[in-house]
C-alpha cells in the first residue's frame, strides 16, 4: 500500500533516558513543540484538560515481528499476534498512551506518565476527556492484567 | 524535523461512507489487514479483548491549521489551537480511537464506534484493557463536553 510522511511536531526533550519497561506513572516528561510545524499558538487552551493523548514513535525499534511471540518474552503467557500486544517491534513503531498534563508553557508540555524516552518523536497531542473512555464494560485476558502489574506506578 | 514514513496497516473497507460528526457508536466498521505487513497471525489473541485501539489517518484532509480557531467553528466555543482539539486538519492527520471489538476473524475485524469512514488507511491496532484506562481524574472544558454530547450514542 502507499505509505504516508509523518513528521514529528516535536520531541521528548527531558524524562527518562533508559529503556526501562516499568514505572512509567513516575516519570515527568517534557515535550518540546516545533513552532514550524504546529504554529505558535497550537496548544492554546490545553491547560483546561486534566490529560492529554500522545501518539509518538517508539524509534529505537527497527523492527516489526511479523511472528507469534510471548509478551515479553514471557512463556507463562500465550504466543500472541503483533497487534494484540502493545511492545514496540510493531509496524509503524507508534505508541500511544493518555498521560496526565503537569504545565503547558507555550509549547512545551509536560506530562506524567508518557512511555517515552528522551528524544523520541512526538506525532500528535490530543487533548483528552471524560467523553472519550471506552464505551462498554472494558476486559482483557489474565496475561495483560499481569504484565501491566508495575508498567504505571 | 526528519520525516517517517508510515505504511498502512490495513483498510477500513465496510462502514460509514459519508462524512458525519456524531453518532459513531452506532456504527459497526470493518477493517481489512494487510497479511504483506502485519504477518497472518499478527491478531492472534486479539479476541480476548472486549476493545482494541485504533490509529487511522483522516485521509481526507489535506490540510492542518496552525491557527486558532473555534472547534467546529462555533463562535460559543472559545478559541483554541490545533492541539487542544481532536478534529482531523491537524499535523499527520491521525486519529486514535478505542472501539469495541465484535468480531476477529482472521486479519478481518469488526468493531463498533470506530470514527473512520470507508477507505481510511489504518496505521495501527492496538489491544485495549483496564490496566489503561487514565490515571487520575479526567476532566475538560464544558465546549468538549458539549461537543462530544452526541459524537457517540
Given at each position: 500500500m502507499t505509505s504516508y510522511a509523518v513528521v514529528p511536531v516535536g520531541l521528548v526533550v527531558s524524562g527518562r533516558t533508559e529503556l526501562i519497561?516499568?514505572?512509567?506513572?513516575?516519570e515527568v516528561a517534557t515535550l518540546q513543540l516545533d513552532e514550524g510545524v504546529v504554529g505558535a499558538d497550537a496548544t492554546v487552551g490545553l491547560a483546561d484538560f486534566s490529560h492529554a493523548e500522545i501518539v509518538f514513535g517508539f524509534h529505537l525499534s527497527t523492527q516489526a515481528r511479523t511472528t507469534l511471540a510471548h509478551p515479553r518474552g514471557n512463556e507463562a503467557w500465550p504466543l500472541v499476534g503483533v497487534l494484540s500486544g502493545r511492545g514496540p517491534?510493531?509496524?509503524?513503531?507508534l505508541g500511544v498512551t493518555v498521560c496526565r498534563l503537569l504545565e503547558v508553557d507555550g509549547l512545551r508540555v509536560t506530562v506524567r506518565g508518557l512511555d517515552a524516552i528522551v528524544g523520541s518523536p512526538i506525532f500528535d497531542v490530543k487533548p483528552y476527556s471524560p467523553e472519550l473512555l471506552p464505551r462498554g464494560e472494558v476486559h482483557g485476558p489474565p496475561w495483560i492484567t499481569e504484565l501491566m502489574r508495575d508498567y504505571y506506578d
Open positions: 519497561e516499568d514505572h512509567w506513572e513516575r517491534h510493531r509496524p509503524n513503531h
